[in-house]
Nanobody, 125 residues
Framework: QVQLVESGGGSVQAGGSLRLYCVASGYTFSSACMGWFRQAPGNEREGVATISPSGLTTHYADSVKGRFTISRDNNKKTVYLQMNSLKPEDAAMYYC??????????????????WGQGTQVTVSH
């Protein structure tokens, strides 16, 4: 049974930083493309960042490039999202997801099969 458990969300002021964590179990983590996605109230879920199984290839949404960094530790079955210079528009529920494929090819939500429950990020002015 695939499980993805996110943590690290919270409330910060604009300009601040947060680090999100996602611990995976129940599948071969080291073979899967992993990603972070977010959804704000009234909006569709959107891709934030994805990372290949090796960690060598990453993709980012234009809105977070240069501010967010995705990384992974296959030994710990954990994927991270370091978020710096946070803006109020970054506020959302953040979800970790795993693809069945090892190929990421972007930040397309439809390519991901397994989802965590989410962790809330709030950014105040």
């Amino acid at each position: 049974q695939v499980q993805l458990v996110e943590s690290g969300g919270g409330s910060v002021q604009a300009g601040g930083s947060l680090r999100l964590y996602c611990v995976a179990s129940g599948y071969t983590f080291s073979s899967a493309c992993m990603g972070w996605f977010r959804q704000a109230p009234g909006n569709e879920r959107e891709g934030v960042a994805t990372i290949s199984p090796s960690g060598l290839t990453t993709h980012y949404a234009d809105s977070v490039k240069g501010r967010f960094t995705i990384s992974r530790d296959n030994n710990k079955k954990t994927v991270y999202l370091q978020m710096n210079s946070l803006k109020p528009e970054d506020a959302a529920m953040y979800y970790c997801a795993a693809a069945r494929s090892s190929y990421c090819g972007g930040v397309d939500v439809s390519k991901f099969t397994y989802w965590g429950q989410g962790t809330q990020v709030t950014v105040s002015h």
